[in-house]
């Protein structure tokens, strides 16, 4: 039988499953300070975390800090990144982010959202996920995952990313938002696809507000 009853009575229930699910949870972008996490989110968008690994690879051999990026004209950052989509404006948006960190934050990556969000190719979903993964302080960064996932689990109702954000962080406690973050993420990647998502195999299924699942 669907459950039908409200989102929040099933919270803790769901938050448990997706712990013994995915207890370890966490980003699949290869980093080592948070100028190479950064950088690494910059070229994530529109390509998978895998292939910025890939590129990130040899970038970080010869980049270690926004000097090394100003060192270096545009056509030599765009041949060392062009493995990933999008790959000249992103490379306009790290030469441009690193000119604004050493400007005006001495070139130390600032760790709060506002500031981040200064930095040319940082919006507000890179910025929650820097300041989560690389500082450890609480935020929910809703990707294209977490806001598939918790609207069809009935966590959350927005139509943008921003609203998501903020019913999520209004439900949760604030030291589960970054693993709840990463666990959502990753029940979108193994189970919760967007398309031909396997709800047979699915632990949450009992759960789920889904409309579309199967009965
Ligand atoms: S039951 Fe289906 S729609 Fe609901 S969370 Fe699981 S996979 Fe996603």
């Known amino acids: 039988?669907?459950?039908?009853?409200?989102?929040?009575?099933?919270?803790?229930?769901?938050?448990?499953?997706?712990?013994?699910?995915?207890?370890?949870?966490?980003?699949?972008?290869?980093?080592?300070?948070?100028?190479?996490?950064?950088?690494?989110?910059?070229?994530?968008?529109?390509?998978?975390?895998?292939?910025?690994?890939?590129?990130?690879?040899?970038?970080?051999?010869?980049?270690?800090g926004p000097r090394d990026v100003l060192a270096l004209d545009l056509s030599q950052l765009e041949e060392l990144v062009k493995g990933c989509g999008l790959y000249r404006q992103k490379s306009r948006q790290i030469q441009e982010t690193s000119r604004v960190l050493l400007e005006k934050?001495?070139?130390?990556?600032p760790d709060t959202r506002e500031k981040l969000m200064t930095l040319p190719g940082v919006g507000r979903?890179?910025?929650?996920?820097?300041?989560?993964?690389?500082?450890?302080?609480?935020?929910?960064a809703v990707d294209t995952h977490v806001m598939r996932v918790s609207k069809r689990l009935g966590?959350?109702?927005?139509?943008?990313?921003?609203?998501?954000?903020?019913?999520?962080c209004r439900m949760l406690p604030e030291e589960s938002w970054t693993a709840t973050h990463h666990r959502l993420i990753a029940h979108g990647r193994a189970i919760c696809?967007?398309?031909?998502?396997?709800?047979?195999?699915?632990?949450?299924?009992?759960?789920?507000l889904h409309p579309d699942k199967p009965a």
């Open 1 to 64: 039988m669907q459950n039908t009853a409200h989102p929040s009575k099933n919270l803790s229930r769901i938050l448990e499953i997706l712990e013994q699910e995915y207890p370890e949870a966490r980003t699949a972008l290869q980093y080592r300070t948070p100028f190479e996490l950064l950088l690494a989110v910059i070229l994530s968008a529109q390509t998978t975390d895998k292939q910025v690994n890939r590129i990130t690879e040899g970038l970080f051999r010869r980049i270690q």
């Open 155 to 168: 966590l959350a109702r927005g139509k943008t990313p921003v609203q998501v954000e903020e019913e999520l």
């Open 193 to 208: 696809r967007s398309r031909n998502p396997a709800c047979s195999a699915c632990p949450l299924f009992p759960l789920c």
């Open 105 to 109: 934050y001495n070139g130390v990556i």
């Open 125 to 140: 979903k890179s910025a929650n996920v820097i300041i989560s993964t690389a500082f450890g302080l609480p935020a929910m």
